[in-house]
Each structure stands twice: as structure tokens, then as C-alpha cells.
């Protein structure tokens, strides 16, 4: 059974309820700055914009845009296993809200959480009635997993993932991290540390299960092969490849790798893909500093012979640049970012370059690499001689190529598994149709 409140839980209700009113004023500041509309703004007050399914509603809470995405393959194959069962997925970015939609799986629909406050948690939880709770990565709000808890809403954190830096402040604080760990069923986690660091938080080790990372078992990006074969069009008979989910910082590394790769083909289109589109104008004055000339998919701009580097700044076309190269450098590792997802490329059929800074991924990219799938690379030069080794090369890349590929479907192999461990520890059982509507 959970345990009791602490004073560090119940201090903490009470000063979300005094701040409760400048959060809403933030968050409703940049939902409207991404022009949401205000009905879905309300969203965050706990106020509802879709009436409640009838049936069992199973309920998937994840942070943003990734641990979104990570979820629907498994939303798709649940769906399958208990027919009767209606899904919700909250997220609290816009970006998320509208991939979410471009994907949404069947019987599914989005809502954004309410804020960590009595009366928006009270209202969330009356009006959607979980049968079930499944909270994505390291997504920890603690009134409304308690307040879920209280109403007998069996949950799962799922993908768990917590930096060092959070478990270090946990630990500092033992009686409220098993107060707050005390209401999960299950923890799934990415990894053996992240599953030790639970347990020593003072998660039940009986309810603690290492897993692997949900974003190896996601379905494949989707392709535009509308959008595909114009810009294949606009290529023509061109080599490219492709930086991906660059920060700032690392397109300085990525441009200078792409200048020393021009000098020995100097027909070579490098397509740029910044992690955050918004920095499309800081991303272009830097391809202009390197010397280079660029296009820009937003403004619609045309590849011509003479674009060197071209900026792939809109959201939800990553499947379809993916599909254009066998290669693929994958940013947030240059820095100390913790990387992002290699098997969205892996899936597409491409070879992975990668920094050193995955710390996030850090048991997807080990097999990779092991394997021969992904490589690592520290500097620009060590980028330009990858990238070369692979073009020069075919038969090397086609190994890559291979080899990414299997560490793929061994990973998606564990999504069934995953699925069975929820449905026993969260009492979803397919042959129970029962209905809390």
C-alpha cells in the first residue's frame, strides 16, 4: 500500500497551490505564443476539450515531443491485445500536440496535462476516470501521481530514465522518494542503472523490471514519397548526407566536416536538420560564415547546383529526409546533450554517425557501435573521414547499413514482452471488458 504524506510532499501541494496562478499565466503565455487555441489552453486547468469514452480509458503521460512518439507503437500494438480499451496521450508541448495528431493511433486521442495543482489535477482525473496510468521516462509530477494513487488508478513508469543529478536529489530526500515511488504498480527502465537507482531510492525491487528503451521498438518515421521524389527531383544524381537533430554548437563541427568532404566532391549536398526549427536563422548565418551556400525547405526554396547545404527546417518530415541517405550523423552528441533516438534512422535504412555525448541512449547506441551499425567521432575531421569512408565505400556502408538494421529488429522483438508485463501488473486483462464510463 502507498505510505503516508510527508511534510516535503505536502509543503510542496501547498506552494503549487500559492503558484498556481503565475504557472498558469507562463504556460498560457507560450500555448498562445504557439497559437493553441483557448479551449485547448484550458487543457492545462484540467477543463476538458473531449467528452470521456465510454469503457476503459488507459491513460499515457509523457514529457514532450520523443517520449510522445515513443508510445504509439505500443498504444497500436495494446489497442490490438484489449479491443474494448480507449486510449488518452498527454503531452505538454505544442510540437508534440501536433505530431501526436499526424499519428494518432486508433481509439486514441491528445490532451495537454493538467498543472501540478489541486484543483486542475481534481478536475483531470474526475472527468477522464483512468482504468489505468502509464507515466513515459522521467515525466514526475508528484500531485498528480499521488492524487491518481488516492483513487486507486493502477500506474506504471514506463522507459524510466533519471539523470544522476535527479537521483542525487532524491536520495537526499529518502522518506518522499518512497512515498512518491510507493504508488507505482511497476517501473519499466531503459537500463540496469536506472534500475538500481530506483530500488536504492526506495522503489519495492519487486515491482522494479530492466527493460530496454521504448524509442528502439517505435514504428518507422513516415515517409512523404510525394515530398521524396521532388526533392530526389531537385538532387538529381547528387551524393548527399544528412546532420541530424543539431544543437547549437554543433553545426560549427558539421559545417567544417562538410567543407573538407566538398573538396573532394565538390557536387556533395549535405542536408541539415536542426533539432529546433525556430533556429533556422542562426543555423543559415553559420552555413554563411563556413562559406557555403544553402536552401531553405520552410521558405520553400529550390536545391540548385550551386546549394551546398540544405536546411530541412519544418517538423514532421523526418521520415521522408531520412529516406533520401544512407547516411546519417545524429546531433545531441557533440555536446554533452545525451543524444537522440538511432533507430529512427536505423529504421530508415541508414548507417549512424555519432558523438560521444549519448548518455540518454546510451544502451541503444552500444550495440550499435559494437556491431559496426553506428560509429563515433569526436571532431570534424574524424566526421568528414567517416562520412567519406562510407561514400567511398559501398560495401562497407551496405555492412552499416545491415547491421543497424538487426540491432533494430532485436529491439523490436522486446515490444511484446513489454506489453505482457504491463497488462499483468496493471490488471488490463483482455478477457474483462469492464467499464468505468
Not at 540491432?407 to 471488458?433: G, M, R
Amino acid at each position: 500500500m502507498p505510505g503516508t504524506p510527508t511534510f516535503l510532499y505536502r509543503l510542496y501541494c501547498g506552494l503549487t497551490m500559492v503558484a498556481a496562478p503565475l504557472v498558469w499565466h507562463v504556460v498560457r503565455k507560450k500555448l498562445t505564443v504557439a497559437d493553441v487555441p483557448t479551449q485547448r489552453q484550458h487543457e492545462r486547468l484540467g477543463h476538458a476539450s473531449l467528452p470521456r469514452p465510454k469503457g476503459r480509458v488507459i491513460w499515457f503521460h509523457a514529457a514532450s515531443v520523443g517520449e510522445s512518439l515513443s508510445v504509439l507503437s505500443l498504444i497500436n500494438r495494446l489497442g490490438q491485445r484489449l479491443p474494448d480499451a480507449e486510449f488518452l496521450i498527454t503531452s505538454g508541448t505544442p510540437t508534440s500536440a501536433t505530431l501526436i495528431a499526424k499519428r494518432l493511433p486508433l481509439r486514441s486521442r491528445h490532451q495537454y496535462p493538467p498543472i501540478d495543482s489541486a484543483g486542475p489535477v481534481s478536475r483531470f482525473l474526475t472527468h477522464w476516470r483512468p482504468d489505468a496510468a502509464i507515466f513515459v521516462e522521467s515525466e514526475l509530477w508528484p500531485r498528480l501521481i499521488v492524487e491518481s494513487g488516492k483513487r486507486g488508478i493502477p500506474l506504471a513508469l514506463l522507459n524510466a530514465r533519471l539523470s544522476q543529478k535527479s537521483v542525487a536529489g532524491w536520495k537526499k530526500r529518502p522518506a518522499t522518494a518512497r512515498f512518491i515511488l510507493s504508488q507505482f504498480r511497476l517501473f519499466l527502465t531503459q537500463n540496469d542503472s536506472t534500475a538500481q537507482n530506483l530500488i536504492d531510492m526506495g522503489a519495492n525491487p519487486k515491482n522494479v523490471h530492466p527493460g530496454t528503451n521504448l524509442k528502439a521498438m517505435s514504428d518507422p518515421l513516415p515517409v512523404d514519397q510525394a515530398a521524396k521524389a521532388e526533392i530526389r527531383d531537385q538532387i538529381t544524381s547528387r551524393r548527399l548526407w544528412i546532420a541530424s537533430s543539431t544543437h547549437a554548437g554543433e553545426e560549427e563541427t558539421v559545417l567544417a566536416a562538410h567543407a573538407q568532404l566538398l573538396q573532394q566532391d565538390p557536387e556533395l549536398l549535405l542536408l541539415l536538420i536542426p533539432r529546433h526549427p525556430e533556429r533556422r536563422d542562426e543555423v543559415q548565418a553559420l552555413i554563411s560564415q563556413a562559406g557555403l551556400t544553402s536552401a531553405l525547405r520552410s521558405a520553400a526554396q529550390t536545391i540548385t547546383a550551386q546549394t551546398q547545404v540544405y536546411v530541412a527546417d519544418t517538423l514532421g518530415e523526418l521520415g521522408t529526409w531520412y529516406a533520401l541517405s544512407p547516411i546519417v550523423f545524429l546531433g545531441g552528441s557533440l555536446k554533452e546533450i545525451g543524444g537522440h533516438n538511432p533507430f529512427e534512422p536505423a529504421q530508415s535504412g541508414a548507417a549512424v554517425i555519432t558523438g560521444p555525448g549519448t548518455f540518454n541512449f546510451a544502451e541503444t547506441f552500444a550495440p550499435l557501435i559494437e556491431t559496426g551499425g553506428a560509429v563515433e567521432v569526436t571532431s570534424s575531421t574524424e566526421l568528414a573521414a567517416a562520412v567519406s569512408n562510407w561514400l567511398s565505400d559501398p560495401a562497407a556502408l551496405l555492412q552499416a547499413q545491415n547491421a543497424a538494421q538487426s540491432c533494430v529488429s532485436i529491439q523490436a522483438n522486446a515490444l511484446d514482452n513489454v506489453i505482457e508485463t504491463l497488462c499483468s501488473h496493471l490488471d488490463l486483462n483482455p478477457q474483462d471488458p469492464s467499464s468505468s464510463g
